[in-house]
Structure formats: structure tokens, C-alpha cells
């Protein structure tokens, strides 16, 4: 198996090498290993029980364990030497539906996929137990080693826990991925004696290989619906939609009056403090763009969740994102004619934010600021958001355009606001982390194709964990602005 230079994004068209038995065989064999300089015994077992286990990795020799024992919910998961520590071991309780769940002996937390997601590349991490479908499992025996294959159940049995990018290094990020048959897909099971008399075997991978940066951004474990229910997009009774209102600043960085829309939440009180979304449009639009478009249905989503307490009252600014200095320039499909969304980032914070600071009765803080957008506006979110990570704890990007880093499409060649390693947040642990990034897009997107996904793809490269779907047969249409921002709203709580 080639082990070298593999881009594990340029396999999501692997075909299973061969069907893998439900059963579960029984026995079990001893082996010795080393341990910190110590020989001592572990049982790998071939008929797994409900019990506590060390979970080692066919690939790199390595063990599932939780980050730094870490307890809280998105904590990391991924392998690492055996050392016996509590974070390195799992309880297998067997479910009545023929999964299993596996609690890590951190706390009452299991392993979980972020956000119950259906794609390669979903982050494995901990989150509070409550054995839903992300934390279901499906253990399958290989015809090898007497090891198994993780399927999860959020994929439908499809993917499986994968030691992403065959890692064999302490630290070897933990992913769902696309069954392979592969050995960084094999998981052998030795029992845990909770005595602590046992631990688990250790023995060293040969020719180890540089490990690809863990994602550092785990994600909240909420259930992605790909559509938007209806009853989100619905005017109801009983709720007291506010309207859209226009209103301008002053731009020191374009050196003129700028306008921008507000939805202020449902009751709006002076007195209270609300979080703000910054929401920005495609090119060619602005400040009025979802305010004049009520197909775009964003007053009725963001009301009707907050109704359902299925997100917080949000303030929600639309502001014109085309922030030039020249006030006679118009946008267009050109780097010079796009080159003022760019300067965008610098309008916001530095005139756009404070002006909204101090005319709304604003929760400030990064932990209180989103950012999300469409298109080109999805683009510019996650240019903003990744330099000045410092100001936005949450980004979304709706089917975005191309030109964060250099590409070609349809319309012009785009120079690049970034280069590809610069598309990178803070790693968890580290100030500034984002607590939730995501890109999402239709299947039918005639406008930026497989764009979006790219976006995705580099993320995860860059090590930073991000949700990542698509909406069935949506074109470059409300269809996935309702969807992105439905599944933005409920992932951020």
C-alpha cells in the first residue's frame, strides 16, 4: 500500500473491495507489547462485549484516545501511543437495534460524528451522551488481523472511522471517511481491566509518516436537514415579525456614506443584549438584496427558530459589500471590477462593526459575532473570518464563489485573496478557535460547480475541522440560502 504523498481528498471514488459479514465472531488471542520501557499483556478480542476496551488502529499502531483527556463536549479525538491513560479507554454498550455506542472513561461523553454528518471528512470527537444516531456504531469484522471496521450509523453503514490520511504520528487526526477496506479503516479491540493491571499493547509502526494537522475545529453533534422544513420558511400566527430597516454610515475606508439593512430580533428591548449576524449578498447585489426578496424567506427563519428555541435572537445587519473608494465604480467579472469586495473586510470592521456597536443594544464579544454569506458573499465570509478570527467565533459560506485562492471559471481568472495554506483558523486550544465553520452548496449549482467543495476539501487539508453538505438538486438559488441558513442557525444554538 503506498503510504506516500496520498491525497485522501482524490479518493472519494474508492470502491469497497469487498462485502463485510454483520456477524460477530467469537475468541480472542493475547499478544505481548512494550509499554514506556515495561512488557505487559493486553487481550485483543474478536467477539466484542459490552465492556471497556483500548481501541488500537491497524495502521499506525496507534490508540483511539480523547485530546489531553480532555472532558467537554467537541473535544478531539485522535490516536496516539499506548500509555493507559483515561482518555484511551471506551465502554462498548451494545444498543437494541444492533449498534453499539462507545463512552469515553473521560466522562459521560461519547464518541460522536460532529453534527451527525453524511460526509468524508466529518470530524470524530466527544460529545454528552445521549446515543443518537452520531454516536451509533456498527462493528464489523475484517478477514484480517481479527480487526473491525467502525461503521456509522449517521452514514447509513457507508463510511467508517478512518486514521486520516494513514497517519502514523502521535496526534493522527480521527475522521469518518468512505470505507476502503484499507488498514487505517482496521480497529483491533483489547479488554481494559479497570484495576489498571492492564494496558494496552504499544508495539512501534516502521517508516512513520509526517501527520496531516488535526482539524481544530470540532463541531456541535446537531443533525444536518438538508432542506429546510417548511415550517421554518412558514408565516405564522402569533409571531410578531419585525421589518427591515434601512439605514447609513459613515465609510472612513471608502471615504463615503454606505447603507445597510437591519432586522432587529422579534420583542427587540432596548434593555437586552442580542449577538449580531453579519449576512452578506452575491455579487451584483446589495445592501437591499434579501430585504427586497421575500422568496429569500430570512425574517421567517430566523423568527421561527428563535420561537422554537432552536437558536438565539439574533441582530441581523445586511450590509453592501461592495465597498469601493471610487464611488463611480460599478462591480463586474473582472479582478479589478471584484477587487472592492475585497475591501470589504476592512469597511466592516473597522467602520461598519462599531457603527452597529453602538446604535443596537449589541452582545459584544466573538462568542456573540457571526458571519455568513452567499456566493460571493460566502467567499467574502470566509476571508473575513479567517483574518480576524479574533472577532467571529462562527462562519457560514452558502454555495460560495471562487477567488479565495487562485482559480480559473467560467467568468475570469480570479488572482486569489489567499494562498491555499494561508485558509487556515486557530487550532482548538488556542485563542480565537472557531467554534463552527461551515460550507455548504447544491448538487445542480450551475454558477460555481464544485467550488464549495473545493473550499471544504482545503479546510480539512489545513487541518480545520468544518460542516460540509449539499442540498439535493438546489441550483445557485434560495433553495441552498434556506438550507445554509436554517442548518447555520440550529448549529450554532
Same mark, same amino acid.
Given at each position: 500500500m503506498k503510504k506516500k504523498n496520498i491525497n485522501r481528498y482524490q479518493l472519494g471514488k474508492r470502491v469497497v473491495s469487498c462485502a463485510l459479514a454483520l456477524g460477530l465472531t467469537a475468541g480472542s488471542v493475547s499478544f505481548q507489547g512494550n509499554i514506556l520501557g515495561q512488557n505487559v499483556k493486553a487481550a485483543q478480542v474478536t467477539n466484542v462485549k459490552d465492556g471497556w476496551y483500548y481501541i488500537k488502529n491497524v495502521n499506525a499502531q496507534k490508540y483511539l484516545q480523547v485530546t489531553n483527556n480532555q472532558s467537554r463536549n467537541g473535544a478531539n479525538v485522535e490516536l496516539s501511543k499506548g500509555t493507559g491513560v483515561q482518555g484511551?479507554?471506551?465502554?462498548?454498550?451494545?444498543?437494541?437495534?444492533?449498534?453499539?455506542?462507545?463512552?469515553?472513561?473521560?466522562?459521560?461523553?461519547?464518541?460522536?460524528?460532529?453534527?451527525?454528518?453524511?460526509?468524508?471528512?466529518?470530524?470524530?470527537?466527544?460529545?454528552?451522551? =445521549?446515543? @443518537?444516531? *452520531?454516536?451509533?456504531?456498527?462493528?464489523? *469484522?475484517?478477514?484480517?488481523?481479527?480487526?473491525?471496521?467502525?461503521?456509522?450509523?449517521?452514514?447509513?453503514?457507508?463510511?467508517?472511522?478512518?486514521?486520516?490520511?494513514?497517519?502514523?504520528?502521535?496526534?493522527?487526526?480521527?475522521c469518518q471517511w468512505s470505507r476502503s477496506g484499507r488498514e487505517n479503516q482496521q480497529w483491533i479491540f483489547e479488554e481494559v481491566d479497570q484495576s489498571g493491571s492492564t494496558q494496552p499493547s504499544n508495539p512501534q509502526p516502521s517508516n512513520p509518516q509526517p501527520s496531516n494537522p488535526q482539524p481544530?475545529? !470540532?463541531?456541535?453533534?446537531?443533525?444536518?436537514?438538508?432542506?429546510?422544513?417548511?415550517?421554518?420558511?412558514?408565516?405564522?400566527?402569533?409571531?410578531?415579525? @419585525?421589518?427591515?430597516?434601512?439605514?447609513?454610515?459613515?465609510?472612513?475606508?471608502?471615504?463615503?456614506?454606505? @447603507?445597510?439593512?437591519?432586522?432587529?430580533?422579534?420583542?427587540?428591548?432596548?434593555?437586552?443584549?442580542?449577538?449580531?449576524?453579519?449576512?452578506?449578498?452575491?455579487?451584483? @447585489?446589495?445592501?437591499?438584496?434579501?430585504?427586497?426578496?421575500?422568496?429569500?424567506?430570512?425574517?421567517e427563519i430566523f423568527y421561527n427558530l428563535a420561537r422554537d428555541g432552536k437558536a438565539r435572537q439574533w441582530i441581523v445587519v445586511m450590509p453592501?459589500?461592495?465597498?469601493?473608494?471610487? !464611488?463611480?465604480?460599478? *462591480?463586474?467579472?473582472? !479582478?479589478?471590477?471584484?477587487?472592492? =469586495?475585497?475591501?470589504?473586510?476592512?469597511?466592516?470592521?473597522?467602520?461598519?462593526? *462599531?457603527?452597529?456597536?453602538?446604535?443596537?443594544?449589541?452582545?459584544?464579544g466573538r462568542d456573540n459575532t457571526a458571519i455568513a454569506g452567499f456566493s460571493l458573499g460566502g467567499r467574502e465570509t470566509l476571508y473575513t473570518s479567517i483574518s480576524y478570527p479574533n472577532l467571529f467565533s462562527y462562519a457560514a459560506a452558502f454555495s460560495p464563489a471562487p477567488g479565495l485562492v487562485p482559480a480559473r471559471d467560467w467568468a475570469t481568472n480570479h488572482p486569489g485573496s489567499l494562498k491555499p495554506?494561508?485558509?487556515? =483558523?486557530?487550532?482548538?486550544?488556542?485563542?480565537?478557535?472557531?467554534?463552527t465553520v461551515m460550507v455548504m452548496c447544491g448538487t445542480?449549482?450551475?454558477v460555481v460547480g464544485q467550488f464549495p467543495k473545493s473550499y471544504h476539501e482545503l479546510l480539512a487539508k489545513n487541518g480545520v475541522s468544518n460542516i460540509w453538505y449539499e442540498v439535493p438538486g438546489a441550483n445557485h438559488d434560495n433553495n441552498a440560502v434556506h438550507s445554509g441558513l436554517y442548518n447555520f442557525l440550529v448549529q450554532v444554538g
Open positions: 484511551q479507554k471506551w465502554y462498548v454498550k451494545h444498543t437494541n437495534d444492533g449498534y453499539v455506542t462507545l463512552t469515553s472513561a473521560v466522562g459521560n461523553f461519547m464518541l460522536d460524528i460532529a453534527g451527525g454528518a453524511n460526509y468524508d471528512g466529518a470530524n470524530a470527537q466527544i460529545y454528552s451522551a =445521549y446515543s @443518537g444516531n *452520531p454516536q451509533k456504531f456498527s462493528l464489523q *469484522p475484517t478477514s484480517k488481523n481479527g480487526s473491525f471496521v467502525i461503521a456509522t450509523k449517521c452514514s447509513n453503514n457507508s463510511k467508517c472511522l478512518d486514521d486520516y490520511n494513514f497517519s502514523k504520528q502521535d496526534g493522527a487526526n480521527v481544530s475545529n !470540532p463541531q456541535p453533534s446537531k443533525q444536518i436537514e438538508v432542506n429546510c422544513p417548511a415550517s421554518a420558511m412558514a408565516t405564522r400566527q402569533g409571531v410578531a415579525y @419585525g421589518r427591515y430597516t434601512h439605514e447609513t454610515y459613515y465609510s472612513k475606508t471608502c471615504r463615503m456614506q454606505r @447603507g445597510y439593512t437591519v432586522l432587529l430580533p422579534e420583542n427587540y428591548n432596548k434593555n437586552k443584549k442580542y449577538p449580531v449576524l453579519y449576512l452578506l449578498h452575491g455579487v451584483f @447585489g446589495d445592501e437591499n438584496t434579501f430585504s427586497s426578496d421575500p422568496s429569500s424567506k430570512v425574517r453592501n459589500m461592495f465597498a469601493a473608494t471610487n !464611488p463611480a465604480q460599478r *462591480p463586474a467579472l473582472t !479582478p479589478e471590477g471584484l477587487k472592492p =469586495y475585497d475591501n470589504f473586510k476592512n469597511d466592516l470592521v473597522n467602520d461598519l462593526m *462599531p457603527c452597529i456597536e453602538s446604535r443596537y443594544s449589541v452582545l459584544k495554506e494561508q485558509v487556515v =483558523y486557530p487550532k482548538a486550544g488556542q485563542p480565537n478557535a472557531m467554534k445542480a449549482d450551475s
